[in-house]
C-alpha cells in the first residue's frame, strides 16, 4: 500500500504525465492569454491603479454598520492568510529545486498580469454574491449560475474546488508540516498525521466562526515574523542581492551554467507555484471576496488585486532570495526541506527550527481555511447537514492523514491536477462575463473622475442582467443614505 503513495509509484507517474501534458499544452497557455487580455481590456488596472488599492485597503479598516458584515479589509486579511503559508515556503522552493533561479521570474510574471485576473474574478464575485444569514456569500458557482444561467458547469466547479481545497491541497499542507517537524524535530510524520488529525477535527466542527477566530489570532504574527527575519537576512546580506537578480534573469531564458531544465520546465514550475500561491485566477479568492460588504463591487476586485502582489513579489520573492544566495547549488532537497536548509545556512541551528514552527501555523491555518472554500461549496450543492459532517470527517481526518504518509511528489502531484482542473472552470467564466467587470471599472472610474470620492453601484445601472443580482438595491445595508444620494446626482 505505502508503494502506491511514494514518489515512484504508479499513481505519481501516471498524475504526473497527465499534468505535464495539461500544463505544457493548455493552462499555462490559458492563463498567460487571459491575464494579458484582462491587462488590456482593464487598461493596465493592475499597475495604474496601485494608489487607489492601497488608499482603499486604508479605508476599508472603518468596519460598515451591522455586526455580522465582513469589511473588505477583513475579507483581504483573510485572503493573504490563506496565500501566506506552504506556497511561500515549500512552493517557490519546489519550483527553484525543479526548474532554476529562472522560475521566480515566471512567479513574478504571473502574478504581475495574474492581478488583472484577481480583479475581474473578485469584482464579478461581488457583483453576484448573495444575501445569507445577514452577511453575503459568492465566488464562482454563483456568478456561473447567475451570470452565465450554466446550472451543471456552477455545480462543477463547487465539486471540484471542494475537492482541490478540502482534499488535494490540505494533504499538501499537512505533507509540509510533517516533513518541516521530522527534520527538525525528529517527529515521526505518522505521530504527527494524528496530532493534526485530531486538532484539525476539533476545530471545523467548530463552524466557520471558529476557524476565523483560529485563523485571526495565529496567522498575522507568524507571517510578521517570517517577512521581519527575511528582510534581515536580505538586509546581511545586501551585497548578494544584484548576483541573486542576476541568477534569476539569465535563467529565465535559459541562460547560465545552471539553468534548471529547458526553458518550458521553468515556465510551467514557476507559473504552478506561482499560482498555488497567489491564486489569481483560479476561483479562490473570490469565495472570501464576495463575503465582504462594500458600496461598489470594483473595490473589492482592487483589494484583492493588490493581495497577489503582497503574496508573490514581497513574500515569495524573500524566500527564493534566501535560497538562491545559500544552499540551492549544493542542495538536493526540495520542498520545505530546502527552505529549511536555506535558512540554517543564513542563522545556524534556528533556522530549521523556526521554519518547522513558522510551517505549522502556517500550514495549519490553511487546513482549516481551505475547509471553509469547502463548506461553501458543499452548502451550494445541498442543505443536507450529512454532507456537512461527511466532508469534516473527509477533511480533518482522511486527508490530513494521507498527506503525512504520502510522498512529496505525489501529493504536489494531486494539487497541481486540482488546481488546474478548478481554474480552467474559472477561466472559463470569466473570460465570458468578463465584460460585466470592465462596465464596472468604467463606472467607477466615471464617478471617481466626477468627484465621489466613494463611488455607489446600483443594480439599476445594468438592467439587462438586474434580474440575476441579489444584491445591490438602494436598500441593501451597505449602502448609506449618503452613498445614494450622490450615486442619484451622478445618475
Same mark, same amino acid.
Given at each position: 500500500?505505502?508503494?502506491?503513495?511514494?514518489?515512484?509509484?504508479?499513481?505519481?507517474?501516471?498524475?504526473?504525465?497527465?499534468?505535464?501534458?495539461?500544463?505544457? %499544452?493548455?493552462?499555462?497557455?490559458?492563463?498567460?492569454?487571459?491575464?494579458?487580455?484582462?491587462?488590456?481590456?482593464?487598461?493596465?488596472?493592475?499597475?495604474?491603479?496601485?494608489?487607489?488599492?492601497?488608499?482603499?485597503?486604508?479605508?476599508?479598516?472603518?468596519?460598515?454598520?451591522?455586526?455580522?458584515?465582513?469589511?473588505?479589509?477583513?475579507?483581504?486579511?483573510?485572503?493573504?492568510?490563506?496565500?501566506?503559508?506552504?506556497g511561500?515556503?515549500?512552493?517557490?522552493?519546489?519550483?527553484?529545486?525543479?526548474?532554476?533561479?529562472?522560475?521566480?521570474?515566471?512567479?513574478?510574471?504571473?502574478?504581475?498580469?495574474?492581478?488583472?485576473?484577481?480583479?475581474?474574478?473578485?469584482?464579478?464575485a461581488?457583483?453576484?454574491?448573495?444575501?445569507?444569514?445577514?452577511?453575503?456569500?459568492?465566488?464562482?458557482?454563483?456568478?456561473?449560475?447567475?451570470?452565465?444561467?450554466?446550472?451543471?458547469?456552477?455545480?462543477?466547479?463547487?465539486?471540484?474546488?471542494?475537492?482541490?481545497?478540502?482534499?488535494? %491541497?490540505?494533504?499538501?499542507?499537512?505533507n509540509?508540516?510533517?516533513?518541516?517537524?521530522?527534520?527538525?524535530?525528529?517527529?515521526?510524520?505518522?505521530?504527527?498525521?494524528?496530532?493534526?488529525?485530531?486538532?484539525?477535527?476539533?476545530?471545523?466542527?467548530?463552524?466557520?466562526?471558529?476557524?476565523?477566530?483560529?485563523?485571526?489570532?495565529?496567522?498575522?504574527?507568524?507571517?510578521?515574523?517570517?517577512?521581519?527575519?527575511?528582510?534581515?537576512?536580505?538586509?546581511?546580506?545586501?551585497?548578494?542581492?544584484?548576483?541573486?537578480?542576476?541568477?534569476?534573469?539569465?535563467?529565465?531564458?535559459?541562460?547560465?551554467?545552471?539553468?534548471?531544465?529547458?526553458?518550458g520546465?521553468?515556465?510551467?514550475?514557476?507559473?504552478?507555484?506561482g499560482?498555488?500561491?497567489?491564486?489569481?485566477?483560479?476561483?479562490?479568492?473570490?469565495?472570501?471576496?464576495?463575503?465582504?460588504?462594500?458600496?461598489?463591487?470594483?473595490?473589492?476586485?482592487?483589494?484583492?488585486?493588490?493581495?497577489?502582489?503582497?503574496?508573490?513579489?514581497?513574500?515569495?520573492?524573500?524566500?527564493?532570495?534566501?535560497?538562491?544566495?545559500?544552499?540551492?547549488?549544493?542542495?538536493?532537497?526540495?520542498?520545505?526541506?530546502?527552505?529549511?536548509?536555506?535558512?540554517?545556512?543564513?542563522?545556524?541551528?534556528?533556522?530549521?527550527t523556526?521554519?518547522?514552527?513558522?510551517?505549522?501555523?502556517?500550514?495549519?491555518?490553511?487546513?482549516?481555511?481551505?475547509?471553509?472554500?469547502?463548506?461553501?461549496?458543499?452548502?451550494?450543492?445541498?442543505?443536507?447537514?450529512?454532507?456537512?459532517?461527511?466532508?469534516?470527517?473527509?477533511?480533518?481526518?482522511?486527508?490530513?492523514?494521507?498527506?503525512?504518509?504520502?510522498?512529496?511528489?505525489?501529493?504536489?502531484?494531486?494539487?497541481?491536477?486540482?488546481?488546474?482542473l478548478?481554474?480552467v472552470?474559472?477561466?472559463?467564466?470569466?473570460?465570458?462575463?468578463?465584460?460585466?467587470?470592465?462596465?464596472?471599472?468604467?463606472?467607477y472610474?466615471?464617478?471617481?473622475?466626477a468627484?465621489?470620492?466613494?463611488?455607489?453601484?446600483?443594480?439599476?445601472?445594468?438592467?439587462?442582467?438586474?434580474?440575476?443580482?441579489?444584491?445591490?438595491?438602494?436598500?441593501?445595508?451597505?449602502?448609506?443614505?449618503?452613498?445614494?444620494?450622490?450615486?442619484?446626482?451622478?445618475?
Amino acid at each position: 500500500m505505502m508503494e502506491i503513495f511514494s514518489a515512484d509509484g504508479w499513481l505519481n507517474t501516471t498524475i504526473v504525465s497527465f499534468n505535464d501534458f495539461f500544463w505544457s %499544452y493548455i493552462l499555462v497557455a490559458g492563463l498567460i492569454a487571459c491575464a494579458l487580455w484582462f491587462t488590456w481590456k482593464t487598461h493596465f488596472v493592475q499597475f495604474r491603479m496601485v494608489g487607489e488599492m492601497i488608499r482603499l485597503l486604508g479605508e476599508s479598516t472603518n468596519k460598515h454598520d451591522g455586526e455580522k458584515h465582513v469589511s473588505s479589509f477583513q475579507a483581504f486579511a483573510v485572503s493573504i492568510a490563506s496565500r501566506v503559508g506552504t506556497g511561500n515556503l515549500a512552493g517557490v522552493a519546489s519550483a527553484i529545486a525543479i526548474g532554476g533561479p529562472g522560475a521566480v521570474f515566471w512567479m513574478w510574471v504571473i502574478a504581475l498580469l495574474g492581478s488583472a485576473s484577481a480583479f475581474v474574478e473578485s469584482t464579478l464575485a461581488q457583483l453576484y454574491k448573495r444575501k445569507h444569514n445577514g452577511s453575503f456569500i459568492g465566488g464562482p458557482a454563483y456568478y456561473i449560475l447567475y451570470g452565465m444561467h450554466n446550472k451543471w458547469m456552477s455545480k462543477l466547479f463547487a465539486v471540484l474546488i471542494t475537492m482541490t481545497f478540502c482534499m488535494a %491541497y490540505i494533504s499538501v499542507h499537512s505533507n509540509t508540516i510533517c516533513g518541516a517537524m521530522q527534520n527538525a524535530f525528529g517527529v515521526n510524520p505518522l505521530w504527527m498525521g494524528i496530532i493534526l488529525v485530531v486538532l484539525s477535527l476539533s476545530i471545523v466542527f467548530g463552524g466557520i466562526h471558529r476557524i476565523a477566530n483560529v485563523s485571526s489570532i495565529i496567522v498575522p504574527f507568524m507571517a510578521v515574523g517570517y517577512i521581519i527575519l527575511a528582510l534581515v537576512i536580505i538586509a546581511l546580506n545586501i551585497h548578494l542581492v544584484p548576483n541573486v537578480i542576476r541568477l534569476i534573469f539569465e535563467n529565465a531564458f535559459g541562460i547560465g551554467p545552471i539553468a534548471g531544465g529547458s526553458l518550458g520546465a521553468m515556465m510551467m514550475n514557476g507559473i504552478k507555484r506561482g499560482l498555488f500561491s497567489n491564486e489569481a485566477g483560479e476561483g479562490s479568492a473570490p469565495n472570501i471576496a464576495a463575503t465582504a460588504s462594500t458600496t461598489h463591487p470594483v473595490k473589492q476586485g482592487l483589494i484583492q488585486a493588490l493581495g497577489v502582489f503582497t503574496d508573490t513579489l514581497v513574500v515569495c520573492s524573500c524566500t527564493a532570495f534566501i535560497i538562491i544566495s545559500g544552499v540551492y547549488t549544493n542542495s538536493t532537497e526540495s520542498g520545505i526541506l530546502l527552505t529549511q536548509n536555506a535558512l540554517q545556512s543564513e542563522v545556524g541551528s534556528a533556522g530549521p527550527t523556526f521554519v518547522a514552527i513558522a510551517i505549522f501555523f502556517f500550514a495549519f491555518s490553511s487546513i482549516i481555511g481551505n475547509y471553509y472554500y469547502g463548506e461553501a461549496n458543499v452548502r451550494f450543492l445541498t442543505n443536507r447537514r450529512s454532507a456537512v459532517f461527511a466532508l469534516r470527517i473527509v477533511t480533518g481526518g482522511v486527508m490530513v492523514l494521507f498527506g503525512a504518509i504520502a510522498s512529496l511528489d505525489l501529493v504536489w502531484s494531486i494539487g497541481d491536477l486540482f488546481m488546474g482542473l478548478i481554474t480552467v472552470c474559472n477561466l472559463i467564466a470569466i473570460l465570458v462575463l468578463g465584460k460585466q467587470a470592465f462596465f464596472l471599472l468604467d463606472d467607477y472610474l466615471r464617478q471617481k473622475r466626477a468627484g465621489i470620492k466613494s463611488p455607489v453601484f446600483h443594480k439599476t445601472q445594468m438592467p439587462e442582467i438586474a434580474d440575476d443580482i441579489e444584491c445591490w438595491d438602494e436598500t441593501d445595508s451597505e449602502c448609506t443614505p449618503e452613498d445614494v444620494e450622490r450615486a442619484e446626482k451622478e445618475k
